[in-house]
C-alpha cells in the first residue's frame, strides 16, 4: 500500500477525483484515531462527536442515535433502531394491498370462466380450434419459459457460487452467444423484427462488455466479498431460492390470468363471452391486459425489493458487527419481518416508480415490434427511441432505490427521506466513484438478460414448431415474445438479487462509517486497495 506521500502525489494528480490525500490512520502517537478534515470551506472547529457524527447527522438523521454496539452481542432491532415513527408510505401500502386483490380478483373471474368453457381453447397443446385469441397453448408455452428461467437461473446462481471469479467472463460471453444464436434463428425463420430487435441488443452489449474489462479486478473482489458473508452469515441463498420460486409461482399466475383474460373478454364467437352476461370487446381486453401487465410489474418488483431490503439487513450487520460473537441472532427473520410491518409502505412505494417506468417501457417494446411486423419504419423508430429514453430514466430511479432501500432497511425512514440522505451520503462521501467501478449489478443485470434470451427463444420454437391456430398469421408472436422474456428476466433478477445487494449494503455502510472497513474488515480493505487505489480515499476521508 502507498504511504501517505504516494497517495497525495496520486490523488492530487488524479483529475477525476481532485482532492487531497486523507491523513493517516492512526494518526497519533497513542494508536488513537486522528480525527479527519473537515471538508474545504467548512468551520475546522469540530462539534461533540466529532466530523464523522457530524457527517452522519447531515447524511443519515437516524444513525448516531441507534448506539451501535459492536463488541456486545445485540438484537437485530437493537442494533438498528428505528426512531420516530415506525411507519411511513402508509398509503403506498394499502395502495399496492388493493392493486394486489383487484389482480387476484381479475384473474379468479377470468380463469373461472376459462375453466368452464375451454372446449375451444383445447387441454393441451395441438387441440385448440380457437382462431380469435390465446388458449391453453399458450399457458403452456409460458409455463416451459418459466422453467426454463428457474432452471437457468439455478444454475447461474451455483456458477456464481462455483466459479465466482470467472462469473463476470461467463456472464458476458454466454449472454453475447446467445444472443447472437437468437437473433440469427429468428432472421433465418424471416422474423425480421424480432431478428433485428435482439441484433441490436447483441451489439450493445458487445461495446458494454468491452469497456468493462479493465474493471473486472475490482468487481470480483466485490463479488467475492459478498459470496463470502453469504456463505457464512444468515440464510442469504436461502432467501435467494424461496424468493425465485414464489416469482416462478407468481410468474405462473400472471401467464394463466393473461390468457384466460383473453379467451373470457376478446370478441369473436367466444363461448366465454356470454359465460356471466358480461359479454366481450376488445377495449375490456385492452384495459384488463394493462391492468394486469402493471400489476404483474409492481408484484414483482415488490418481492425483489422485499428480498433486497432483507438482505441488506444481514450484510448491514455483517458490516457493524466485529466478529461472531457479536453478530446479531434471528438477523434474517426479523430483518425479513422488519420488511414486511414497518417499512412495507416504503417499499411498496418505490416498486410503484420503477413498476410505472418499466410499464412504460413494456408497451414501447410491444408497440414497435407490431409496427415493425407491419412494415411502419418510422414508427418502429419512434417507440425505439422511446424505449431508450424510458430505459435510461429507469436506470436512474434503479440506482437511486437499490441504496435508498438499504437505509430503509436499516433505519426505517421513509423512502424519499431515505432516497435524499442516501443520494446526498454518497456523493459526499465520494463512494459514488466504487460504486461506479463496480460491475456486480450490471453483470448480473445482463445474467438476467442471458435467461431472458433464453426464455423467448423457448418461446419462439415453441410457436414455430406447433404452429397454434390463433397465431396463424404471427399476429400475436410479439406479445408473447416480450411476456416470456419479461418473466425470465424478472425470474432471475430475483434469484440474484440477494448477492448484488450484498455488495450495495457494503458500499453503502462504508459511507455511514468508512473507518469500520480498515479496522474491522482489514483484509477485504487491502485486497480492494491492492485492484483499485482509490478505495483509500473513499473509505478514509
Given at each position: 500500500m502507498a504511504n501517505n506521500g504516494e497517495a497525495a502525489s496520486y490523488y492530487n494528480n488524479d483529475p477525476e477525483l481532485g482532492r487531497e490525500a486523507p491523513p493517516a490512520m492512526n494518526g497519533r502517537s497513542d494508536g488513537s484515531r486522528a480525527a479527519p478534515p473537515p471538508p474545504p470551506g467548512q468551520d475546522k472547529q469540530q462539534p461533540p462527536g466529532g466530523y464523522y457524527q457530524q457527517q452522519q447527522q447531515q447524511y443519515q438523521p437516524n444513525m448516531p442515535q441507534n448506539n451501535l454496539d459492536m463488541n456486545n452481542k445485540q438484537d437485530y432491532d437493537q442494533m438498528f433502531a428505528i426512531q420516530g415513527p415506525k411507519y411511513h408510505d402508509i398509503w403506498a401500502g394499502l395502495l399496492f394491498l388493493v392493486t394486489?386483490?383487484?389482480?387476484?380478483?381479475?384473474?379468479?373471474?377470468?380463469?373461472?370462466?376459462?375453466?368452464?368453457?375451454?372446449?375451444?381453447?383445447?387441454?393441451?397443446?395441438?387441440?385448440?380450434?380457437?382462431?380469435?385469441?390465446?388458449?391453453?397453448?399458450?399457458?403452456i408455452c409460458l409455463v416451459i419459459c418459466i422453467a426454463v428461467a428457474i432452471i437457468l437461473s439455478i444454475i447461474y446462481m451455483w456458477v456464481a457460487r462455483t466459479f465466482t471469479k470467472l462469473l463476470i467472463w461467463i456472464t458476458g460471453i454466454a449472454n453475447i452467444c446467445l444472443g447472437l444464436a437468437t437473433a440469427i434463428y429468428?432472421?433465418?425463420?424471416?422474423?425480421?423484427?424480432?431478428?433485428?430487435?435482439f441484433l441490436v441488443f447483441v451489439i450493445f452489449t458487445i461495446i458494454c462488455f468491452i469497456s468493462w474489462i479493465p474493471r473486472i479486478p475490482f468487481s470480483v473482489v466485490m463479488l467475492q466479498a459478498s459470496m463470502d458473508v453469504a456463505r457464512r452469515r444468515g440464510h442469504v441463498f436461502i432467501v435467494s431460492l424461496v424468493g425465485g420460486l414464489i416469482a416462478a409461482?407468481?410468474?405462473?399466475?400472471?401467464?394463466?390470468?393473461?390468457?384466460?383474460?383473453?379467451?373470457?373478454?376478446?370478441?369473436?364467437?367466444?363461448?366465454?363471452?356470454?359465460?356471466?352476461?358480461?359479454?366481450?370487446?376488445?377495449?375490456?381486453?385492452?384495459?384488463?391486459?394493462?391492468?394486469?401487465?402493471?400489476?404483474?410489474?409492481?408484484?414483482?418488483?415488490?418481492?425483489?425489493?422485499?428480498?433486497?431490503?432483507?438482505?441488506?439487513?444481514?450484510y448491514g450487520s455483517w458490516y457493524f458487527?466485529?466478529?461472531?460473537?457479536?453478530?446479531?441472532?434471528?438477523?434474517?427473520?426479523s430483518s425479513a419481518r422488519r420488511a414486511l410491518t414497518y417499512s412495507f409502505g416504503s417499499i411498496s412505494l418505490g416498486s410503484l416508480i420503477v413498476a410505472i417506468i418499466n410499464f412504460l417501457r413494456q408497451l414501447c417494446s410491444i408497440a414497435q415490434q407490431q409496427a415493425a411486423s407491419s412494415g411502419d419504419s418510422l414508427a418502429s423508430i419512434f417507440f425505439c427511441l422511446l424505449g431508450c429514453i424510458i430505459s435510461i430514466l429507469d436506470w436512474a430511479v434503479q440506482f437511486v432505490n437499490r441504496y435508498a432501500f438499504i437505509h430503509i432497511a436499516l433505519?426505517?425512514?421513509?423512502?424519499?427521506?431515505?432516497?435524499?440522505?442516501?443520494?446526498?451520503?454518497?456523493?459526499?462521501?465520494?463512494?459514488?466513484?466504487?460504486?461506479?467501478?463496480?460491475?456486480?449489478?450490471?453483470?448480473?443485470?445482463?445474467?438476467?438478460?442471458?435467461?431472458?434470451?433464453?426464455?423467448?427463444?423457448?418461446?419462439?420454437?415453441?410457436?414455430?414448431?406447433t404452429k397454434p391456430a390463433y397465431n396463424s398469421d404471427g399476429s400475436y408472436t410479439p406479445v408473447i415474445l416480450a411476456y416470456a422474456f419479461l418473466v425470465g428476466l424478472q425470474i432471475c433478477h430475483v434469484f440474484t438479487t440477494p448477492i448484488s445487494s450484498g455488495v450495495d449494503t457494503i458500499f453503502v455502510a462504508m459511507g455511514w462509517d468508512p473507518h469500520v472497513m480498515s479496522e474491522r474488515h482489514s483484509d477485504l480493505y487491502h485486497r480492494m486497495v491492492e485492484v483499485y487505489p482509490r478505495v483509500q480515499q473513499a473509505i478514509q476521508g
Open positions: 394486489f386483490a383487484g389482480f387476484a380478483a381479475v384473474s379468479g373471474i377470468s380463469i373461472h370462466s376459462y375453466a368452464t368453457t375451454r372446449s375451444g381453447s383445447g387441454g393441451g397443446i395441438y387441440d385448440g380450434t380457437n382462431t380469435f385469441g390465446l388458449t391453453t397453448n399458450t399457458i429468428m432472421l433465418y425463420q424471416k422474423y425480421w423484427s424480432g431478428g433485428i430487435v409461482a407468481f410468474g405462473v399466475w400472471f401467464s394463466v390470468t393473461m390468457v384466460a383474460v383473453y379467451v373470457k373478454y376478446d370478441s369473436g364467437n367466444d363461448p366465454a363471452c356470454n359465460a356471466d352476461g358480461s359479454g366481450c370487446s376488445q377495449a375490456k381486453v385492452i384495459g384488463l391486459m394493462v391492468f394486469i401487465t402493471f400489476a404483474g410489474y409492481w408484484i414483482s418488483e415488490w418481492l425483489k425489493n422485499t428480498l433486497h431490503a432483507t438482505v441488506a439487513g444481514i458487527s466485529s466478529s461472531n460473537d457479536t453478530f446479531p441472532r434471528g438477523v434474517t427473520r433505519y426505517g425512514s421513509s423512502y424519499f427521506q431515505a432516497a435524499k440522505n442516501t443520494w446526498t451520503m454518497i456523493k459526499n462521501r465520494g463512494i459514488d466513484a466504487l460504486i461506479n467501478q463496480c460491475l456486480i449489478g450490471p453483470v448480473f443485470s445482463m445474467g438476467a438478460t442471458f435467461v431472458a434470451y433464453a426464455t423467448a427463444l423457448s418461446a419462439y420454437v415453441f410457436l414455430h414448431v
